[in-house]
């Protein structure tokens, strides 16, 4: 369908300065592509408004002329969620970056969607407060980002991922009215419509203002760092640890591969070099139950086989122990420029099964695969590495990328678990839900938008998108009658 851009670009500038209308070929290609950079697609044109009052005129604009949108934060999502694959209008929250209200009395901070992750506890780190969902990337990705892809992070596996900390959210719908869901109260009696939007990752709308949860920073943290010499060794404590009915504010592993890409990133070994995989185990709360934690917690990943265990108590040590997990992306890419993230769950029980099966797939399809991974709840992220310049690379990386997804799927997983569907993973998200679930996820997108205008063609599978294997078809039976009505969702 061609749009009116001519007529869109001249309303646009009626209220916004030409600073915050972005046409030049040069400077779109910096939009091209989110965190996964295995698809490229430049916009049109894009807009970087500063207030929800932008927002509302520049949707009004969108549903004016009939021209979808896509809403972008900081650009480090990994599913293809902010890629502007169809003509449509970029809409760039990356301006709104205000901390509009903290309220420590009642544990509250409310952010435009541009304040990146890490601002918020800086903010009132000073006063005995954090923000609990960290995703790796919570120095450059923002919260409205973190929102529409309900993030997690190292902490999820004790506090939860973004929706549980999310009260409210102020939120600009595809016809450009402005509505709000949730409240600064932790429970209310409406249709949790706020829980729906978190993790619609841009389908519903846009959130221009959002009202988070703080939580008291704990009186003491320790974390552990266990090597082991077996990538199913380091997995089998993680089940054990939760079995003895310890709650680790966090648990990640990072292998062998993992680990030397992070020692030589800076150049200091921080990792021990031989090991097949480091289990890092973060404790927190009161002092005696911090200690005792800790102590049951070392011995049973001895138990497990672990052949060190290294404590860090103090804040730089804690610090220096995970800045090798945090900047473990940025040391692969040293190494290979080119790799394609997956993000699968697993229950924590299959753990050791289901890493024993990507190392089998990995050689298999004769791709490297490096992984680390929220080992706590069962998140991985396992890496491919490839070169971009070998014919028909793509096909190979994207396979194996599916086959470890389908792994997951065998064992009682999901697809996804932080990064989203995306277009990355929605030709496979039939392989979770069966028709009518996908009809009734449609059903509440069209509620919100019912032209289909925002973030087209992202988490559902379309023929156009997946092939005509993707087109479903349900059965409604008539009550009254024994014939059924066929229901085309495409």
């Given amino acids: 369908m061609s749009h009116d851009w001519t007529a869109l670009n001249r309303d646009l500038r009626e209220f916004l300065p030409r600073k915050s209308v972005v046409l030049k070929r040069q400077e779109l290609l910096v939009y091209d592509c989110d965190g996964l950079t295995i698809d490229r697609h430049s916009p049109p044109m894009a807009v970087l ?38 003509e449509a209008l970029l809409v760039v929250t990356s301006r709104m970056r205000k901390i509009l209200a903290i309220d420590l009395e009642n544990h509250t901070v409310t952010v435009q969607p541009g304040v990146i992750n890490s601002w918020v506890t800086n903010a009132v780190a000073g006063d005995g407060f954090y923000y609990a ?55 209310t009696s409406e249709l949790d419509l706020r829980g729906a939007f978190i993790g619609s990752e841009g389908t519903l709308g846009i959130a221009t203002a959002i009202t988070l949860r703080l939580l008291r920073s704990p009186q003491n943290v320790t974390v552990l760092l266990a090597d082991f010499l077996s990538m199913e060794a380091a997995g089998e404590a993680v089940c054990c640890v939760t079995a003895a009915g310890l709650m680790p504010a966090g648990m990640e592993i990072m292998d062998n591969f993992m680990i030397n890409a992070v020692n030589d990133l800076f150049g200091v070994d921080e990792y021990p070099r031989d090991a097949a995989a480091v289990l890092l185990i973060e404790i927190d709360g009161q002092a005696a139950e911090v200690l005792a934690a800790a102590d049951h917690a070392s011995q049973i990943c001895k138990n497990c086989g672990a052949r060190n265990i290294r404590r860090a108590d103090e804040d730089e040590e804690r610090a220096l122990l995970w800045k090798g997990r945090k900047s473990a992306f940025a040391a692969v890419g040293q190494i290979s420029p080119t790799y394609f993230v997956q993000d699968g769950v697993v229950p924590r029980s ?30 991985l992220h396992p890496l491919i590495l490839y070169k971009a310049d070998i014919s028909g690379i793509e096909k190979r990386v994207r396979d194996l990328g599916a086959a470890i997804l389908r792994e997951c799927l065998s064992v009682g997983g999901s697809i996804t678990g932080e990064h989203g569907v995306g277009s990355d993973k929605r030709c496979y998200l039939d392989w979770m839900f069966e028709p009518d679930d996908l009809a009734t996820m449609t059903l509440l997108r069209q509620a919100f938008d019912p032209d289909n205008r925002a973030n087209p063609g992202k988490i559902f599978p379309t023929p156009k998108t997946c092939g005509e294997s993707a087109r479903r078809k349900i059965f409604l039976a008539d009550e009254n009658k024994s014939e059924s009505k066929e229901l085309d969702l495409f």
């Fill in 49 to 86: 408004p500063e207030t929800t009052s932008d927002v509302v005129k520049v949707l009004a604009c969108c549903y004016r002329h009939g021209i979808p949108f896509v809403a972008r934060g900081s650009g480090t999502g990994l599913s293809g969620g902010a890629l502007v694959e169809e």
């Fill in 133 to 187: 969902p960290d995703p790796s990337s919570q120095v450059v990705c923002s919260i409205g980002g973190n929102v529409a892809e309900n993030s997690g992070g190292v902490h999820c596996l004790k506090y939860g991922v973004t929706s549980n900390h999310v009260l409210g959210l102020e939120i600009v719908l595809p016809d450009g009215s402005l509505t709000t869901l949730g409240s600064q109260l932790a429970e």
């Fill in 350 to 379: 299959t753990l050791p099964k289901v890493l024993s099966s990507i190392e089998r797939l990995s050689l298999e399809h004769d791709l490297p695969v490096a992984n680390v991974f929220h080992a706590g709840d069962g998140n």
